[in-house]
């Protein structure tokens, strides 16, 4: 399975009044590093959307669990793959080391969805282009 | 149990380009109900901190589903909740409401944190004090 | 010239490890405080962007002078109004006060910006409808 | 003058429904390349808060000008240098870059911050060592 390794870099603005890592930043780390992998998988956001008619890929359900804190100035590696292909969903999986040491781990379900004027969201899933799949094999 | 409803508008800037609110910011609203449940059991957490010599209750294990999404312009309601009190930790629970309707829903395992110089991150947990459980019953 | 004023109480997650507001944060505030004013003045960002093709209010030139910081648990008083109305740009002013204390000022240059296929970029600004103007009088 | 160039990746989260970045986020990218640049004169944040007893370098006063649109997937170069010494307050500047292309401009003055448990907000502004001023030359 196709995975990639994002290097990400603790910025003093992510962090909160305790001195460490505000949680909601790490979802924000974790997203940009499923974004990453999708373009290591040689799909870039702005040309997928087009490509496909897609929305995005939105979160339907996610864990994190944290082991250690991080702080400004840090540098951390998240390690990031998908673990599942469903229909119209898949699930990736996050692990964020600092150094050697796993410091958080992350999983997530995101459905493939799609404009849809129809819906009264105007939107809905719809089922992955087998592939899209194949690229991550 | 005490329990606190937060209205929450959805801004503009919480939604990202499929017009739907970004799901790290559901964490931050998160973040600011539980803080507001503790407002209301009697606990300002600039006092809190001062009190208790409290770092702050971070966040160690948070999972999330989202049933349906959000957009700027929307108002929706969050009920929360502290549904478990451990030594040093807690669990509490988000109902995210649009009108009647469940839209998400969120756990979080937080640890009740105080400042400690011999340590190596300069934090340790510490049991929770009676007298602040005690207001939330 | 309709002015509106909107209540913010400040969160531990809009605060860096200084323990005082990230100054991005005071950005976020002031534009949920002009679209505050939008809708005051009868216009509801959802409605406003299907009614007038309107892509949105994008800035383009915005300056802050912080005079205090802010804090998590404080509530500050934001007073919003427009003070110039161009062609197709308008300018927006802001002022922030904890309790009767000027603690920052924002001046915010947008434009009325439409969706068009045509241009490279997807958008281009156009007149402000005189109707929209005609409310904030 | 020391300066700093930065290759910023514009995320989906950094973007808003217009689906170009939501301006506040573009203070954030200031923010991490005014800290890069210390970084790059051999101050990361962290020691230079301990070896100096510095709170941080709060914003009192930004203007930002933008030229063009950035968006999810592109990648800008911002780059900083300060332009402006005074005793205890500097001021940098921010270019940043789409290509070739001027896309938008920051000004920034910055205090440098110490703690002082004597005054009423814990913090005063202090000269700014001449080997922190030094390094930049």
Request: with cysteine.
């Amino acid at each position: 399975m196709l995975s990639n390794r994002k290097t990400v870099h603790v910025e003093w603005g992510d962090c909160d009044p305790a001195g460490i890592v505000y949680y909601p930043r790490f979802f924000e780390y974790f997203d940009a590093c499923t974004n990453a992998l999708f373009e290591r998988a040689g799909f870039r956001k702005p040309q997928m959307l087009r490509t496909y008619g897609l929305l995005g890929i939105p979160m339907i359900d996610t864990r994190a669990q944290f082991y250690r804190p991080a702080s400004f100035g840090e540098t951390v590696e998240i390690e990031t793959r998908i673990v599942q292909w469903g229909r119209s969903s898949f699930q990736v999986e996050h692990k964020l080391y600092k150094g050697e040491a796993l410091a958080a781990e992350c999983s997530e379900k995101r459905v493939w969805t799609v404009r849809d004027t129809q819906t009264q969201n105007g939107m809905r899933s719809q089922a992955i282009p087998e592939e899209v799949k194949a690229r991550f094999a």
